[in-house]
Nanobody
Framework: QVQLVESGGGLVQPGESLRLSCAASGLAFSVADMSWYRQAPGKERDLVASISRTGEITNYADSVKGRFSISRDKAKNTVYLQMNSLKPEDTAVYYC???????????WGQGTQVTVSS
């Protein structure tokens, strides 16, 4: 059974940083494309950042370019989202998503709340 468990969310002030983690289990991590999405209240779930299975290719939403960084650790089966210079508009529930190249299935984590407020 595939599980994606996010952690690292919380309440921070504008300009501060957070690092989100997504630990994957039951998944062939080395052949999974990983990504982070976020959903603010009343809005759709949007892509924030993605990273290829090799880690060589990353993509970011325009709104987070230069502030957020996605990475993965194959030894820990974990993907990270380093978020710097946080803004109130970054407030949302952040979800981890895995697309398995082995099974062609998509999996989601349960989400972690990030709140940026003074």
């Amino acid at each position: 059974q595939v599980q994606l468990v996010e952690s690292g969310g919380g309440l921070v002030q504008p300009g501060e940083s957070l690092r989100l983690s997504c630990a994957a289990s039951g998944l062939a991590f080395s052949v999974a494309d990983m990504s982070w999405y976020r959903q603010a209240p009343g809005k759709e779930r949007d892509l924030v950042a993605s990273i290829s299975r090799t880690g060589e290719i990353t993509n970011y939403a325009d709104s987070v370019k230069g502030r957020f960084s996605i990475s993965r650790d194959k030894a820990k089966n974990t993907v990270y989202l380093q978020m710097n210079s946080l803004k109130p508009e970054d407030t949302a529930v952040y979800y981890c998503k895995a697309y398995s190249g082995a099974t062609t299935r998509t999996y989601w984590g349960q989400g972690t709340q990030v709140t940026v407020s003074s």
